[in-house]
């Protein structure tokens, strides 16, 4: 049942009167469906990568192959992220989510029919779809935070959405290698897990791919905020959101000197994240032989903690609308763990390995929801899904010239040297940072306008 519409109070006379604006307890069941979605692609990113020396021996590839799983995700981002923009700007959130969640459910059922020896490409194939579906997915949090939710929860919104992408990161982690063991002179047994692994995958984004069908709604009827009735009356103004609006749109962005430094500040960062992840199981078992299952158990809690950390920052952000300032500490925190992760890996002990992971995780994964909101605050009134989606795309170009270098540095000279270069470019990144001017156009907007009193979910 939706709430029923807030009273606002009377403004001062001669004040203009605020736009009607009311909040619907069905938000929640929006975004909770969203994180699902979110979560069952997410999880299928490092699916390989993660169990690299298993997969190498049973499809009898290289681990450059393995690598490429992954890599996949942001090599295919970048030719079709505008486009997906476009999509989204022009028929809503419910049309993208269920391209996305539908590519999802093919890539998934596709990589069933991998299980033999001689068909990774096949898989390869899936990957790719799922890989392909991400960009009608990964840039809606901000979207559906700014489309659903009030001006004193979209940040802790935003964060929850981001959060449906860490957790099936983390699961993609802790997932694989439990399900497929290493098996010594046993491949076949090796065999009979992945297609285990596979089936589950399939059935539950089937299941999703209903759920979006039957409950998901692009909108509200009524804007939750003064921002997005004013945005919404923008876009109308300028041609409902079709194709000249979103190249106008998209030339304001690049053109936006704010914006235009947090995109290479926030694609340094999350292409960081990308790279030790990718190889986190290459690096991690040159130190630890054999202890595949800990490797996945890293990654869980490197997410998990990054979990934590997009949710307190959210919270926080919500609370102080200090989007400037919690963005540089937490990027300058995310270069303090990747030094201490550097210099600890090779320490003996797990157990520090793990200490050091978590701290990293915690800001450097919960820097995703940040980025997003900071975008949103520098380019007010531009569509939220335009921004993320120009973020994402420089996080998939980082994200790939990243990885390459890391895995060429790594074989070359080894994980000090690897990760110090990773270092170096956190350094750059956070100067890049503290020179955004905090211009908080939504801020800004929101004072110009009473405030819709929140209703109860």
Known sequence: MEAPAATPALPDAGAAAPPACRLYARRWLMLAIFVLCSLSNSIQWIQYSVITNIVTEYYRVDSNAVNWTAMLYEVLYIPLI????????KTGLRVCLLAGILGTALGSWVKVFS???????????????VGGSQIFILSLPARIG?????????STAVSIGVFGNQLGVALGFLLPPLIVKYHEGDMEASGSEFALMFYLMA????????????????????????????????????GGGGGGSFLSSTWRLVTNPGFALLLVA?????????????????????????????VGRLGLVMVLAGMVGSVCCGVVLD?????KEVTLAIYFMSLVGLVIYTFTLNCGYIEVVY??????????????????????????????????GMLNASVQVFGIAFTLFYAWLFELAGDMWANGALCITLVVGTVITAVIRADLRRQSAQRQHLQPVPLPA
Not at 115 to 129: E, K, M, N, P, T
Not at 286 to 291: D, I, K, S, V
């Open 203 to 238: 059935g539950f984004c089937t299941v999703l791919l209903l759920v979006v069908v039957a409950l998901f709604r692009a909108a509200p009827p009524t804007p939750p905020s003064p921002a997005q009735a004013a945005q919404k009356e923008a876009a109308a103004d300028e």
């Open 146 to 154: 700014a489309v659903w939710f009030g001006p004193d929860e979209v």
């Open 266 to 294: 926030y694609g340094i960062n999350v292409g960081d994240f990308y790279a030790i992840s990718t190889l986190l199981n290459q690096v991690v078992l040159q130190y630890f032989p054999g202890r595949e299952v800990d």
């Open 355 to 388: 200490f050091t992971i978590i701290f990293l995780g915690f800001f450097m994964t919960g820097y995703l929801p940040v980025g997003f909101e900071l975008a949103a605050e520098l380019t007010y009134p531009e569509p939220e899904g335009t921004s993320a």
């Open 82 to 89: 505008f486009p997906a923009s476009w999509i989204l700007e």
């Open 319 to 323: 609370k102080t609308h200090k989007y």
């Open 115 to 129: 299980v033999g020896r001689h068909l990774f490409w096949v898989g390869f194939a899936g990957q790719s779809i």
